[in-house]
Nanobody, 118 residues
Framework: QVQLVESGGGLVQAGGSLRLSCAGS????????MGWYRQAPGKQRDLVAIITWGGSTNYADSVKGRFTISRDNAKNTVYLQMNSLKPEDTAVYYC????????????WGQGTQVTVSS
């Protein structure tokens, strides 16, 4: 059974920090590209950051220099360190696991709410 379980969301003041975690099970974590996406009310789900199975990273322009994605394959966990948070970062954050070779899959977590107050 595949599970992606996010944690670490919450309410924080502007300028503050949060660290999101996503623990994966039932997937080939070490060979999965792992991403964080977010969806604000009434908006589409957008990519925030992605880290490939090889460790390459990519970020949305709006979070570059503030957010850092990392992974610990030994713990099957991907992290999103969010610093200098802004009210516009308020959204539900979703973890994604994607594998494009052999046993292909694309899985989503249930989401964790991040609210940044001004």
């Amino acid at each position: 059974q595949v599970q992606l379980v996010e944690s670490g969301g919450g309410l924080v003041q502007a300028g503050g920090s949060l660290r999101l975690s996503c623990a994966g099970s039932g997937i080939i974590f070490s060979s999965s590209d792992m991403g964080w996406y977010r969806q604000a009310p009434g908006k589409q789900r957008d990519l925030v950051a992605i880290i490939t199975w090889g460790g390459s990273t990519n970020y949305a322009d709006s979070v570059k220099g503030r957010f850092t994605i990392s992974r610990d394959n030994a713990k099957n966990t991907v992290y999103l360190q969010m610093n200098s948070l802004k009210p516009e970062d308020t959204a539900v954050y979703y973890c994604n696991a994607n594998r494009q070779v052999l046993f292909k899959y694309d899985y989503w977590g249930q989401g964790t709410q991040v609210t940044v107050s001004s």
